[in-house]
């Protein structure tokens, strides 16, 4: 793959890059860069998460060595999302559902490495880097840099404040030349690009795919059920929940149905050289299929394809992709009731 293809497959279906230029130097300077993400080990799992997951296998595509960073000590900085006790369970339902989404779009799982936080986070070095940091930045700054991801209350913990310290020093110490994360992180990114160098490590790229909204418009979220299809939902709770999917005819705002089909169903059909197939009675026009995002988007606002009858496509098409998550899960149920009790 030359450079041009390399660079375009990081850059598809990104909100942002820091920066363009950076990663192109990157892409001519080195045949195999590091790349990595990180997974704050807190709420289930849900089907935004195939937009990450769909990168990953970009990069692996573009030549990328990977790491899928599982943050178990940040997992617990942010207000204690995950309590202490219950950090090795959640990680290895982590590793178990993740594994399943990586089967489910085709991805080699011995083409990239689960890292666990605690094997380098607990480094003498690390630890001395982080004192390093905190004596350089202030709580504001700090503050400023987590507030799209820490949960911060009236009396925000200590720890709320040191998570994108330790999120920057990630970088150095899993030998990144690329962080990969939503653009809800992009503050504690950029935080992250400022700081290193005061301790005299190189700013990383970082990249940026855009956040999900989920089925009732706002964002996509592990804590609001109403907004998400978990990665474990029967197949009549999937249709149920999709069918009630917030996406009025005609239009794109907020609409987390159509989201996902840019973001995920699409891109894989475009990959697969499939076609998106939704079924119609003769009386409605009879079956259509999409090749591209841009098409189906298109009979989408002229109203020419219904949303009840896109919902009913697209939540055929989440179920077969639900179906490795749920197949890796059977026996192994009693592993979800111990990491969320």
């Known amino acids: 793959m030359d450079l041009k293809k390399r660079f375009n497959l990081i850059k598809r279906n990104t909100e942002e890059i820091l920066t363009e230029p950076e990663l192109e130097g990157l892409l001519k ?51 204690q999302k995950t309590p202490f006790e219950l950090l090795d369970t ?13 089967d489910s779009i085709g991805v080699d799982r011995n083409k990239f490495k689960f890292v666990k936080g605690r094997d380098f986070e607990l480094d003498p070095k690390y630890t001395l880097d982080m004192y390093r940091l905190s004596a350089l930045n202030t709580f504001a700054r700090c503050r400023r840099a987590a507030s799209d991801v820490v949960r911060f209350g009236k009396e925000p913990k200590l720890s709320g404040f040191i998570y994108p310290i330790l999120q920057a020093l990630d970088e150095v110490y899993l030998d990144a030349d690329v962080q990969y994360g939503g653009h809800d992180q992009r503050k504690i990114l950029a935080f992250a690009r400022e700081v290193l160098p005061s301790l005299g490590y190189k700013k990383r790229v ?7 909204p989920g089925l ?23 249709e149920r929940k999709i069918a009630k999917a917030f996406c009025p ?39 259509v299929s999409y090749k591209d995002y841009k098409t ?7 109203k020419k394809l219904h949303p009840e009858d896109l919902k009913k496509a697209m939540a055929k098409e989440v179920n077969r992709m639900l179906e490795p998550v749920r197949k890796r899960f059977k026996g192994k149920m009693s592993l979800v009731r111990k990491a969320y009790p």
Request: net charge neutral; aromatic share 10%; no cysteine.
């Open 296 to 302: 189906l988007e298109r009979d989408f606002v002229s």
């Open 249 to 287: 005819a005609g239009k794109t705002e907020n609409n987390g149905v159509l989201a996902f089909m840019k973001y995920v169903i699409m891109v894989l059909k475009e990959d697969r050289k499939e076609r998106f197939l939704v079924e119609r009675p003769e009386k409605f026009g009879g079956d």
């Open 29 to 79: 300077k080195k045949k195999h860069p590091s790349a990595y993400i990180g997974l704050a080990i807190t709420g289930k799992p849900h089907i935004g998460y195939f937009i990450p997951m769909i990168k990953v296998s970009d990069f692996l595509k573009a030549g990328f060595h990977f790491k899928i960073l599982l943050a178990d000590i940040h997992g617990h900085l942010d207000d």
């Open 216 to 238: 009732q418009g706002e964002k996509m979220s592990a804590s609001e059920g109403k907004s998400k299809v978990d990665l474990l939902d029967s197949p009549d709770v999937v």
């Open 90 to 102: 959640r990680m290895k339902y982590y590793m178990e559902v993740i594994s399943g989404m990586l």
């Open 206 to 212: 970082e990249v940026m795919t855009p956040m999900l």
